[in-house]
Every structure is written in C-alpha cells, then in structure tokens.
C-alpha cells in the first residue's frame, strides 16, 4: 500500500490517466488495509511516462538554491554537481536490483526491511519523515521570504500578534492551506500534484527568459573554488537529488521494469544538465549578489519576476497535503474500525492542523532557507540517495557482489558519511550564527 501513497508524497503523476490510476489503486489499498490484502494493479506506465515522472520529481525546491551554491562554492564544483547526479543515478540503479531481487518489495522501507530486517525498515522510515517534514519547513521558509518580496512597500499589521509583515502573511498563506489537510478525496490532492510540477517547471522558465528578455547582462564572474564553503555546498547540491523514497513506487508502476537503468540514466541525465545550465545562468547573472532563492534575485520591476515569485509562493501551498498524505493514512490505520467516517476526518484533519502549525512556527524561528536546506540535505537526503541504496544493494546481494562493484559501494558509503557529517556540522554552524545574530539585534 505505502508504495502508492508515496507516488502522492514526491508529485510523481503528471498526467491525468496517471493521476487517475495511482490515486485509485490508493483508494483501493486504503479498503484493503481494512478487509485485507488485494491483488495489485496491472503496471500500466511506459518508459517516456517513468522518465517525466521522475524528473518532474526531482526538480522541485532544489532548484532554486542551486546558482546560489555554485557561486558560493566556485565554478569548479559544477564537477561535483554533476558527480553526485551520476552517483546518484548509480544508486537508483541499485534500488531497481533490489526491488528485482525480491518482487515482495513495493516501496523503499521494504527493501530496508529485505536488507536489515525490521531495523532496516524503522531506520528508513524515520530517514523518510525526517526529510519530509524538514523539506516542509523549508518549504515555508520559501513562502515567507517570497511572500515578503512580492509585498514589499505594503504596509500590513495586526494588533494582537508581534509579527513582521512578511510573517503574518506568511500565516495567512499557511491557513488558507489548512483546508486541503482536510481532503480525504484523493482526486483532489492529484490535482494539487500535477499543479506542484507545472509551478516547478515555470519557475525554470521564468529565470531563463529574464536571462533572454530581461535585460541583465550574464558577465559576474564566479570564483575557481572556495574550499571552506564546500560542506554546505554539497548539502544544497545533495538535496537537489533527492527522492529516491519514491523511485521504487515508478520501478513498480513500469510496464517493462528492466527498462529502469535507463530511465535513472535518461532523467537524472536532463535534470543534472538543467541544474547546471541553471547554476552557471543564476551565478553569472546576479555574481555574489545571489540570493540563495533564485526568484529573489531577479530584477522586481519584471513581469517575469513577479510570476516567479508568485509560482514560488504557490508551490508550497500545493505540497502540504501531498507531503502529510502518508501521516494521515497511517493514522487512519491506527484508529478504531468502529469510529464513524467523519470522526476520522476530524482527527486526521485536526492532527494535520497541528503539524502545520508546529512547521509554520519553526519556519518564521528559523527563517534561514539556505542553512536549513544544506543540514536536510547532509543530515538526511545523503543517507537516503546515496549510503541507504549502496548498503541495502550490498548486503541483499552480498554472496553474488564482485570486487570491483563492492569497493565502488563502500568507497560512496564513506563519501556519503564523511561529506554528510562535515555538512551537517556546517549548516548547524551557520545556522546557530545567524540565529545569534538574529537575536543580538
């Protein structure tokens, strides 16, 4: 079952007989965790629908920090940039073997579950929520700091709250999507998914035609390499790759799974060369004044910049009940079979509510998008895109693994931990002292 919800999880649809189909079958599972185990689905998604989906998947938030990290950490980083695309990619690979090694598994906990046993399953699990309820305060994090460009000059307050301007709108924005926690018709939230990847995809747009159209010239120059600031660059970079939780849900819904490989190859192949025609065109345009969110950085008096900013301030609006969808359904399992239909929709509702609340008011405390995007990445998408696929690949296949394959593995797993640690003690740093100076002020 957890393999559709996780389809709503990561925006992976985006057509409307592929939304239809995977919310369906997640409706079905949702009855059948009730009266028992059912049949799955025919496989139905060819290869070019396995690509889209994983490339509308996988540009997302990050994509906005990417020029941003590049600037900051020297051109010479496009190197490893495009390393971790291919690594990552290699890691897909190996979550596809895994998933044709046992046809059991439906979805990343299971091949935790194949490789570590239960240890594996609750470790994967944990890693999961982890990153999205961190990717769904930096989502905010983006509201506001959106928010407050495209009302900058306009005077709002309120008498019984001590917020700024661009936090009361901000909580605004965030009630105004407390309702959609509430859909428990599941056609709904598909829509939400295909209008995240259509906002995702225009933000792209819009930041190539101010290249295009805008006026700016792109002559900055970007420096060679800045070592010191490589930790927190590889977190923002490693982030950008993320959703591999999902990639075993698209090997599932394949009509040809052995065709995966090349679906990897093919998506991680555009959306590595979109990311970096992205970085080098935001870093020679804005230089070191880059914003570490690409659509602040634009010039404000565009037509351009404000359907930037306003693509960006919807997108998050778009991701909450998509990203608290697994919550609810499990929830829902753990309630009494006997309670009533609209009980249920009261507490899942009422429960979400509260979660967004609780992220809203991290997100307007720690209002810092790029540190908190660079820890989730170190802390968390490293273990899930690269250490998690090599040690779950290693151990399944530890009898028939060659020499060569094991050192490569091992070799990405000490990468993983080493670069992910020291990003993780980076982003804190930077994190800790901006909050300090935040509060000495």
């Known amino acids: 079952m957890w393999s559709k ?8 649809k985006t057509s409307e007989q592929i939304d239809h189909d995977v919310f369906g079958e997640l409706e079905r599972d ?21 690509v889209i989906n994983m490339v509308g998947m996988l540009i997302g938030l990050g994509q906005l920090s990417i020029p941003y990290a590049l ?45 570590f046993g239960s240890k594996g399953r609750i470790i994967s699990t944990t890693f999961i929520y982890m990153e999205i309820f961190m990717a769904l305060v930096s989502y905010t994090i983006s509201l506001h700091d959106n928010l407050a460009t495209a009302f900058s000059g306009v005077h709002v ?56 159209f805008g006026g700016v010239r792109a002559d900055r120059g970007i420096p060679v390499l800045q070592m010191q600031r490589i930790p927190a660059v590889y977190g923002l970079y490693i982030f950008s790759f993320a959703g591999h939780i999902v990639f075993p849900n698209i090997y599932t819904a394949m009509k040809d799974p052995s065709k995966f490989t090349k679906v990897s ?79 249920r929709m009261i507490v899942r509702g009422t429960v979400g509510s509260i979660l967004l609340l609780l992220i809203l008011v991290l997100a307007l405390s720690v209002p810092y998008f790029e540190h908190v995007l660079s820890l989730t990445g170190s802390l968390v998408s490293v273990g899930i895109c690269i250490v998690f696929p090599c040690a779950f690949y290693t151990k399944i296949f530890w009898r028939q693994i060659g020499r060569p394959l094991l050192i490569l593995n091992a070799v990405l797993v000490a990468f993983g931990v080493v ?9 804190s740093k930077s ?3 901006s909050l300090r100076k935040s509060h000495s002020i």
Request: overall charge neutral; aromatic content about 8%.
């Open 157 to 212: 307050s309120s008498g019984w709250a001590r917020m700024s301007p661009p936090q009361l709108l901000a909580a605004i924005a965030v009630l105004v999507a407390v309702p959609t926690l509430w859909l428990r018709d599941l056609s709904s939230i598909s829509f939400l998914s295909t209008a995240g990847i259509l906002l995702s995809v225009l933000i792209f747009a819009m930041v190539a035609c101010v290249a295009a």
């Open 419 to 427: 670069m992910g640690a020291f990003g993780t003690v980076s982003s």
């Open 71 to 115: 600037e900051n950490g020297g051109w010479s980083t496009a190197f490893l940039l495009v390393g971790l695309g291919a690594a990552c990619s290699y890691t897909t690979h190996l979550l596809g073997q895994c998933m044709a090694k046992n046809p059991k598994s439906r979805d990343y906990k299971d091949i935790g579950n194949h490789a």
């Open 431 to 433: 994190l800790l002292m």
């Open 5 to 12: 919800i996780w389809k709503c999880r990561e925006e992976i």
């Open 265 to 343: 190859i093919v998506s991680f192949s555009v959306v590595t060369t979109l990311y970096t025609t992205l970085a080098f065109l935001g870093a020679k345009l804005f230089g070191p004044q880059v914003s570490s969110q690409i659509t602040l950085s634009m010039p404000q008096n565009l037509v351009l910049t404000k359907i930037a900013l306003w693509a960006t301030i919807l997108t998050p609006m778009t991701k909450y009940a998509l990203e608290f969808t697994p919550f609810a359904i499990e929830l829902e399992q753990t309630l009494p079979r006997s309670m009533k239909s609209r009980t």
């Open 30 to 50: 949702n009855d059948d965790v009730k009266a028992g185990h059912a049949e799955d689905q025919s496989n139905s998604t060819s290869f070019l629908h396995a």
